[in-house]
C-alpha cells in the first residue's frame, strides 16, 4: 500500500508494535506495557481491566495472571479477548483481537522467576477477584505466605499466562483536525494471511 509508510511501514504487524512500544517505553511515564483487556461473562456482558503486556512474539501477544481469577475464568470460557494499548505521550493505539491460549509452562516459570520477591509471594497470598475482610488479612497471608515458601517460591500452579493470537490487529495515530491514520491487519485464522486495509478515522 504506497501510502503506508513512516511509522506504519513493514510487512510484519508484530514488528511495528514492538517499535511503537518500544518508543513508548521513552515517553510514558507509567507502564507503557498497559493494556485494557476485554473479556465476556457466560451471559456475555463484557469486562475490562488494565493489565501489563510482558511479551510480544513473532505471531501473539503474552501477558500473566491468576488463573482463578474472573479475568481467567472468562477468557477460559470465552477462548478470546480483545485489548487496546493507547500512548497519551504518542497519541497511538494499537487494537487487537484474536483467539487465547494458556502459556502454562517454562516460559511461565521464567517470567515468575524475574518478578520481585515480593510480587511472587503476593501471587500465592491473593485469592485474586475474592472478596477480602481487609488489607491486614491480606498483609497477614502474605506473612504466612512468606514463612512456608521461603526466599525462592515456585510459581503457583494457579498462576500463569495467556497469549493472544490475533486475527485483527490495527495501528492507529492521532491526526490534525480528527483526520487520523487508521491501518487494519485483518485474516481469516490464526495462521492466514494479512489483509491490510487503511480505514476512515
Known sequence: MSDRSGIFAGEDPFAIA?????????????????????????????????????????????????????????????GTAAFVMHWKSLRRQIRVRGTISREDGPQADEYYKSRSLKSRLGAWASKQSQ?????????????????????????????????????????????????HDRFRWRRQESAGE????????
Open 131 to 179: 472478596p477480602l475482610d481487609s488489607r491486614g488479612a491480606l498483609m497477614a497471608e502474605v506473612a504466612k505466605v512468606t514463612a512456608a515458601k521461603g526466599p525462592n517460591p515456585p510459581r503457583p500452579p494457579f498462576w500463569g499466562g495467556y497469549r493472544l493470537t490475533p486475527v485483527e490487529i490495527e495501528f492507529w495515530a492521532d491526526g490534525a483536525f480528527r483526520l
Open 194 to 201: 494479512w489483509e491490510i486495509l487503511r480505514l476512515n478515522p
Open 18 to 78: 514492538r517499535a511503537w512500544l518500544a518508543e513508548a517505553e521513552q515517553t510514558e511515564p507509567n507502564d507503557p506495557n498497559a493494556i485494557a483487556l476485554a473479556t465476556v461473562d457466560s451471559s456475555g456482558l463484557p469486562n475490562t481491566r488494565m493489565v501489563l503486556l510482558k511479551d510480544i512474539e513473532d505471531g501473539a501477544f503474552v501477558f500473566y495472571t491468576n488463573y482463578e481469577s474472573a479475568k481467567a475464568q472468562e477468557l477460559d470460557q470465552a
